[in-house]
């Protein structure tokens, strides 16, 4: 019997120190946190920590310090069972760090990062990897310049190959620069809300509609928008709507959208319909909400 291919994720890892806290301090004030811990954090790391607890076989693709600090996120990886084999790891740098504010109250987060300079994937990283492994390869939307040339490589493959590899893009940081050149690239494209009403839209369905031109045919287009749930534009043009699922309490927001996107990419890869995959996206968003961290997130039909 054949081994499982992979779903790999491409992006970033950093290690999220965290602190919740009863309310938003106030400007040079000093107070206690209730709690401090540090974790691993990353979009596109995340988001292979979510599909693996999902029962998918999932790879993350970066960069790596070779620092002390890094052994947290290498550990919660192989906590995971996600496979990092194929990172790129660099001495004498730090891994990139997010300090970040928990609002227990609300469940809202306040995140400053700082990249600490670590170099990010290179494309001759990426082009060492055996692409007949995989059948989903994810992109997060950062390092664009590279990341273009990548997706040039697994299109290259999908040409010369009968079992294409599915390919994702995420569009979070409309600041991003080039972002907007992985829309036409993903055969399903990841919208976030703070991209879309950056570039005019009001609500996800409007633009589902204003973004469609821009994908390659066939693609689905995704948009998520907060706890009023997510919209999918499926090939035939269809507009598919999953509400959000709001646990008892929301007490951690952070990597709610990393979540949804795993959830989406693991029912895709599994065959399920874009309704359902959406709705299993929401689900596990919802529950992630209800707890800290992303350890023990299941779907639980």
């Not at 600090?69 to 990139?96: A, G, M, T, W």
């Not at 055969?187 to 009001?202: A, I, W």
């Not at 507009?239 to 949804?260: M, N, R, S, W």
């Not at 959406?278 to 039909?301: D, F, H, P, T």
Request: hydrophobic share 35%; glycine share 8%.
């Amino acid at each position: 019997m054949a081994a499982e291919k992979r779903m790999l994720f491409v992006g970033l890892s950093c290690l999220d120190i965290i602190n919740v806290h009863d309310h938003y301090p106030e400007e040079d004030t000093d107070s206690r946190s209730t709690e401090q811990f540090f974790n691993r954090g990353g979009n596109a790391s995340n988001t292979a920590v979510v599909a693996s607890q999902l029962g998918g076989c999932a790879e993350y693709i970066g960069t790596i310090a070779s620092h002390i600090l890094s052994e947290i996120i290498k550990e919660d990886l192989n906590k995971h069972q996600v496979k990092f084999e194929n990172c790129s790891f660099h001495d004498d740098y730090r891994p990139p760090t997010s300090c970040v504010i928990l609002n227990s109250t609300n469940g809202l987060r306040t995140i400053l990062h700082a990249n600490n300079s670590l170099p990010e994937l290179s494309v001759a990283d990426f082009s060492k990897i055996n692409l007949a492994q995989y059948s989903w390869i994810h992109f997060e939307g950062r390092n664009i310049p590279n990341v273009l040339k990548m997706i040039e490589l697994v299109e290259n493959y999908n040409s010369m190959n009968d079992d294409d590899i599915k390919v994702s893009v995420e569009l979070e940081k409309s600041k991003t620069s080039d972002i907007e050149k992985l829309l036409s690239l993903g055969h399903v494209v990841f919208v976030s809300k703070e991209y879309v009403m950056n570039r005019g839209y009001t609500t996800s369905e409007s633009a589902l509609h204003g973004l469609h031109d821009g994908l390659r045919k066939g693609a689905v287009l995704i948009c998520a928008w907060g706890s009023s749930g997510a919209w999918g534009r499926g090939v035939d043009g269809t507009i598919y709507h999953a509400p959000a699922y709001k646990p008892e309490k929301v007490v951690d927001t952070l990597g709610a959208g990393d979540t949804f996107n795993a959830g989406v990419i693991w029912a895709l890869n599994r065959g399920r319909v874009l309704s359902d995959a959406l709705n299993v996206g929401c689900k596990i968003a919802g529950r992630k909400c209800g707890m800290y961290g992303l350890s023990g997130i299941e779907e639980n039909e």
